[in-house]
């Protein structure tokens, strides 16, 4: 399983929030929080994989270990100052 979110800004701004994070912690689901067209937080979702043990994926690294799941916020604003803009 790749970590589409790890090189997203967003990505990178969460993951530092989150850590300490382990090997195997992966990104994994990230959406705009708010109604309409107000964006100012982000929800990004973690959590710690290990490899399948049975299945089409055995030996994939593919399933959340429970209870590994984390949760960060990150805002516009911060977003935009790491991209280098405007606060």
Known sequence: MEDLFKETTYGKLALEKLQPTGENFML??????????????MEVKGATFRAAKSGPRKGQICVIVPGSQRTAYVTSQEIRAAKGGAA
Do not use: T
């Open 28 to 41: 994994y689901e990230a959406g705009w929080l708010g109604k309409g067209v107000e964006r100012d937080v």
